[in-house]
Every structure is written in structure tokens, then in C-alpha cells.
């Protein structure tokens, strides 16, 4: 079955720290990957994609994320977070051929001032 | 441009009754997906919608249905409602088959 796994469910930071959230997929072909975030009271929002090409790829805010293919994830990086980045964060992935997202847990990151 | 809208925001029914909720995609969308939202289960695909036709669904009963018309707007349609519905609805539209934009969902309460 297809699913993704995110390992950290809740996530308590200061600022400035450096944040990496681990996302792993299982192997069902080719896939585009998605990290999408939610802030308190918001919809969700896409943060980056990965569809081929460089596996390290950049989104807004300073996040990046790097596509794995050997190790089937794509973890999220931000090197300095801030108290904006309060949010709960979802790893997503399609594969060729559907449009159906299927999602991770989410992760609840915490940033403390 | 505008994002995508879905009405109503809130609900509150009762066990038993019925509810269609609206969807309308960003201008140009032609795809439309349907997702459910609760702390238990996460994140859930429903199905999907591209040019008034079903192309996925998700693992959900058949009380759950959905359509969408020719100018893209979608709704999805929930009978016999059970406490378990009780959920975030969010509905995201797209242009090409990869990158879904998603709309601030409609918050159903079943009592």
C-alpha cells in the first residue's frame, strides 16, 4: 500500500535552531514529492516539490527538502527557524499516473521565542 | 487570482441527515480532489474530478459521493451522516496533474 511515514509527530525548537523533518515513502514507482505546511487557523500551503531534475530543491521561507531516491525520502531542512514557523507540516507524495496525494501524520512544529 | 473557495465554512447536522458541501477551483482548474481531514486518521483522499468526470477514488463508503460540472465547480455529498464524519473537508484544485492548490476546507460537526 502507499504511504508515507514522518518520524517526528511533535517538534519543539528555539529560534535560530536548525530544523530537519524526516519524511520516507514507500516504493510504488516513480513519484513527485510535496511538502506542505499549515499555519494555525490557515489553509494548507505548498512549501516545494520535487518532480526530477536536482534532487536538493528550495521552497519558500527558506525551507529546502532533498529527494533520496536510494533511501525512498525527502527530509526538510530550514537552517535558522523562527517563531513564524509555528505550523504543522505534511510530507506528501503522488505517484505517475494519479493525482491522489497521499499524506503523512504531519509533524506540529513548535517555535519558541 | 483567486484562491480556492469552498462553502459553506462550518456545519453543524445530526446523525442521519445529509450534507453537500461546494467547491470552486481556481480559474482554469480543471481538476478537482476532495481530501478528508481529522486528528485520527490524518489526511485522506476522497476522490477525484477532472472535466465532470470521476478519475480516482479514495477507500471511503459509498454514502460519500461527489460530482462536478462543466464550469469545474465541484460537490461532494455525504448521506446518512455518522459522528465518525465529523471532519475538516478540503477540497484542492490543479492544472496539471502534479501540484494541487488547496482551499481553507469546510469544518462539518456531526451530533
Known amino acids: 500500500a502507499q504511504s508515507v511515514s514522518q518520524h517526528n509527530h511533535h517538534v519543539i525548537l528555539s529560534e535560530a535552531a536548525s530544523l530537519e523533518l524526516g519524511c520516507n515513502y514507500s516504493y510504488g514507482g516513480t513519484v513527485n514529492l510535496f511538502w506542505y505546511v499549515q499555519y494555525p487557523g490557515q489553509h494548507l500551503q505548498l512549501l516545494l516539490k520535487y518532480f526530477s531534475g536536482d534532487p536538493l530543491v528550495k521552497g519558500i521561507k527558506g525551507f529546502e527538502a532533498e529527494f533520496i531516491k536510494s533511501k525512498f525520502s525527502f527530509n526538510l531542512r530550514k537552517p535558522s527557524v523562527q517563531w513564524s514557523d509555528t505550523a504543522e507540516y505534511f510530507c506528501a507524495v503522488t505517484y505517475t499516473g494519479f493525482q491522489k496525494l497521499v499524506f503523512g501524520t504531519g509533524t506540529r512544529l513548535l517555535v519558541s521565542p | 487570482k483567486a484562491g480556492v473557495t469552498q462553502t459553506p465554512r462550518y456545519l453543524i447536522k445530526t446523525r442521519g441527515q445529509q450534507v453537500t458541501l461546494s467547491c470552486s477551483p481556481i480559474s482554469g482548474h480543471r481538476s478537482v480532489s476532495w481530501y478528508q481531514q481529522t486528528p485520527g486518521q490524518g489526511l485522506q483522499f476522497l476522490f477525484e474530478?477532472?472535466?465532470?468526470?470521476?478519475?480516482n477514488k479514495g477507500n471511503f463508503p459509498g454514502r460519500f459521493s461527489g460530482r462536478q460540472f462543466s464550469n469545474s465547480r465541484s460537490e461532494m455529498n455525504v448521506s446518512t451522516l455518522e459522528l465518525g464524519d465529523s471532519a475538516l473537508y478540503l477540497c484542492?484544485?490543479?492544472?496539471?496533474?502534479?501540484?494541487?492548490?488547496f482551499g481553507p476546507g469546510t469544518r462539518l460537526t456531526v451530533l
Open positions: 474530478y477532472f472535466s465532470e468526470t470521476q478519475r
Open positions: 484542492a484544485s490543479s492544472l496539471t496533474r502534479n501540484e494541487q492548490f
